[in-house]
């Protein structure tokens, strides 16, 4: 006959075990946080995906003058006189045989006084000079500027050219092509309104004319027409890369000077 098999621990020692003195422990995540681990994986996930499939064009901006096509025209009247009339306005177009003033050479006036005639025609001829005077003084200062914003610019490319030169054997090359070699025709055409008279000058650069659009600007919702000595500023777009390739690019520009 076959005995029942007895336990090899006593019943008291399981339940001893099954009774514990702290109890059971149990962690607790509150639900903020996980609404903020959700938020944080979201929010460096569009970051990473903006990285990727964002991009970034490296622009330069230059500045400009708005200056006449052919130049500034003078037109002198065949004899001293007095303007009588005005038949034209400031802007305005004109063409050959149109008709500018009005211009009387007559020595005597209606009251007979030469020396009144030749004050007024003295005191007309300063203020044209003065007025030609101070335009001219206006285009020569905008030419100045822009010629010292075209010296801070270029000691700027300057200055970062050498620090590529200091990073990496790589751009060495890169920067002495970009320090010898303007910008070819090829590369200007897709500026925009850049015409194909390109003026070199014997900087490495060029000076790029461009023809507006129309021969007003808007401003403050309205037509304002463009006048000579007006000073500009044009965006000139250079290649266009992802934004973590900018990012690997100075991550590289500064491995290379540690």
């Known amino acids: 006959m076959n005995r029942p098999k007895q336990p090899f621990f006593r019943p008291e020692v399981a339940v001893a075990r099954q009774t514990s003195l702290t109890g059971k422990v149990i962690l607790t995540r509150p639900l903020s946080f996980s609404l903020w681990t959700t ?16 991009n970034y064009t490296r622009k330069t901006t230059a500045e400009g003058q708005i200056l006449p096509a052919s130049g500034v025209i003078r037109v002198y ?3 001293t006189g007095t303007i009588t009339a005005k038949f034209v306005e400031d802007g305005e177009k004109v ?45 020569h200062g905008n030419e100045t500027r822009s010629l ?52 070199k000058s014997n900087e490495p650069v060029y000076l790029v004319k461009i023809k507006p659009d129309k021969p007003t600007i808007t401003a403050y919702g309205e037509e304002k027409p ?16 992802r934004l973590y390739e900018w990012v690997l690019e100075l991550i590289y520009s500064m491995s290379g000077k540690l």
Do not use: C, W
């Open 39 to 54: 938020f944080a994986s979201i929010s460096a996930l569009l970051i990473i995906l903006f990285l990727i499939f964002g």
């Open 77 to 79: 009247a065949p004899d």
């Open 95 to 139: 063409k050959a045989g149109d008709k500018l003033f009005a211009l009387s050479t007559s020595r005597f006036g209606a009251g007979g006084s030469v020396q009144q005639q030749l004050k007024t025609e003295a005191v007309l001829k300063k203020t044209l000079a003065e007025q030609e005077l101070g335009r001219l003084k206006l285009i």
């Open 148 to 199: 010292k914003a075209t010296v801070e610019r270029l000691e700027n490319q300057k200055l970062h050219i050498s620090q590529q030169i200091d990073g990496q054997k790589r751009r060495i090359r890169l920067a002495e092509s970009v320090a010898k070699t303007a910008l070819g025709r090829q590369e200007l055409s897709g500026l925009g309104m850049v015409s194909s008279d390109l003026a």
């Open 226 to 241: 463009l006048q000579i000595g007006m000073t500009l500023e044009a965006d000139i777009l250079h290649e266009k890369r």
